[in-house]
């Protein structure tokens, strides 16, 4: 089966960095993704990392340890606008849709 | 590109009636993907089409609901009667290519459903 784990809200402050982490459970795994999603707003691709280690996008990071079913996404210099939903998502069991996560809503303060 | 397209962007029905959700992908993209989003239960797969042909439907609720795809560029997902537990919202995305390689989905706008 296919689990997710995330928390569900986070805090931080406009300009510091804020670390979001997921777990999962697959069995069969294809990668992992991280979305993001605003307020009344369709989610919108940030990442994919299908072997260990980190991916660097920007102000954007995403790690991946596939060993120990473990990511996590790292967001520097935060900006008012990133205050969103962070969607973990996991593309095995062997198909081609996606099992999301319920989501980290992340609350940025000036 | 104009992205995924759906229509309505909001519906109110009442229960019992049947309501029918629209989209169209993104040209060129092979896949299709209908999915569901509430508070409770997060964003769930309900559906998704390799090349026009349903792949896996295993996350469609029950028979009331039934989703279509007559040719590339059109899907239509059905609910017949719809029930007030069906009121979310529901996306399409399209992807050039399937989710094991890594690629991109591209959600539509959504279509936020009431059913009264």
């Known amino acids: 089966g296919q689990n997710i784990d995330q928390p569900t809200e986070m805090t931080a402050t406009e300009g510091a960095i804020v670390q979001i982490n997921c777990t999962y459970q697959?069995?069969?795994?294809?990668?992992l993704f991280w979305y993001q999603q605003h307020a009344g707003e369709a989610p919108t691709f940030l990442s994919y990392n299908v072997l260990d280690g980190l991916e660097e996008k920007g102000r954007f990071s995403s790690f991946l340890s596939r060993s120990k079913g473990y990511s996590y996404l790292l967001l520097k210099e935060l900006q008012m606008k990133d205050s969103a939903s962070y969607l973990c998502v996991d593309s095995g069991g062997g198909a081609d849709g996606l099992t999301f996560g319920k989501g980290t809503h992340l609350i940025i303060q000036p | 590109d104009a992205g995924v397209i759906q229509s309505p962007r909001h519906e109110v029905t009442e229960m019992g009636q049947e309501v029918t959700l629209r989209c169209k992908p993104i040209s060129g993209h092979d896949y299709l993907f209908w999915y569901r989003q509430t508070m409770m239960r997060g964003l769930e797969l309900l559906i998704y089409?390799?090349?026009?042909?349903?792949?896996?439907d295993s996350g469609m609720p029950e028979d009331r609901f039934s989703a279509k795809m007559p040719n590339a560029s059109f899907s239509t997902l059905k609910i017949q009667p719809s029930e007030p537990r069906d009121s979310a919202v529901y996306f399409c995305a399209s992807s050039p290519r399937g989710s094991g390689m890594g690629n991109e989905q591209f959600f539509g706008p959504g279509t936020r459903l009431t059913v009264l």
């Open positions: 697959t069995s069969g795994f294809n990668g």
């Open positions: 089409f390799n090349n026009n042909v349903p792949i896996d």
